[in-house]
C-alpha cells in the first residue's frame, strides 16, 4: 500500500474594495465590460455578463453573452471577446480581460468569476503564444484580479495529453 501525499494550490490574488483602486486601463477594461453587459443577449437568465479583452498591441475587444434556446448553443461573454480579438489580430497575445455582470441593468455586487469553458480557453491563449495574462473579475462592490489566467483552473486540458 501507497502512502498517501496530500497537496494544495496556492496562488497570489489581489482584492479591490472600488475600481478607483486598479491601473487606469484596468479601470476603462472594466468599464467596457461592463457597458458590454448591457447589450447581452440574455432573454432566458436575464443575467448579462460583458467582457473587455486588451491585447498587447493596445487595441481592445469586448463581448457578452449571446444566449440560445438551446442553451449549450449560447456563448460566454469571454469567449467572445476573444474570438472576435483574435480574429482581427490573430498573432496578437492578450494581456489584460475584464469581466462584468449586470441584473436590471446594475453591476451586480460580487464579481463573477469566468466558468469552466472559459477557463479551459484562457489556457489554450496563454500557452499559444506563452505569455500570461491577468483576468479581472468585477463587481460594484469588490474586484478581484489574478496575474495568470492559468491559476483560475489548475488542473486543466493540455494540448500535449494528445
Given at each position: 500500500m501507497t502512502k498517501q501525499e496530500e497537496k494544495s494550490f496556492n496562488f497570489p490574488y489581489k482584492e479591490y474594495r472600488s475600481v478607483n483602486e486598479l491601473e487606469k486601463d484596468e479601470q476603462e477594461l472594466v468599464r467596457l465590460a461592463g457597458e458590454a453587459s448591457a447589450n447581452a443577449y440574455s432573454p432566458y437568465?436575464?443575467?448579462?455578463?460583458?467582457a473587455a479583452v486588451l491585447l498587447e498591441n493596445g487595441?481592445?475587444?469586448t463581448g457578452n453573452n449571446q444566449e440560445?434556446?438551446?442553451?449549450?448553443?449560447?456563448?460566454c461573454a469571454e469567449r467572445v471577446a476573444l474570438f472576435y480579438a483574435s480574429s482581427q489580430f490573430p498573432g496578437v497575445p492578450v494581456k489584460k480581460l475584464a469581466v462584468a455582470a449586470s441584473k436590471n441593468k446594475r453591476m451586480i455586487e460580487a464579481p463573477v468569476p469566468p466558468c469552466g469553458s472559459c477557463r479551459q480557453v484562457f489556457?489554450?491563449?496563454?500557452?499559444?503564444?506563452?505569455?500570461?495574462?491577468?483576468?479581472i473579475m468585477a463587481g460594484s462592490k469588490k474586484i478581484i484580479k489574478v496575474e495568470k489566467a492559468m491559476w483560475l483552473l489548475p488542473f486543466n486540458f493540455q494540448s500535449d495529453y494528445l
Open positions: 437568465s436575464k443575467f448579462n455578463v460583458g487595441e481592445i475587444f440560445n434556446a438551446a442553451y449549450p448553443s449560447g456563448l489556457i489554450e491563449w496563454e500557452k499559444r503564444f506563452n505569455k500570461p495574462f491577468s483576468v
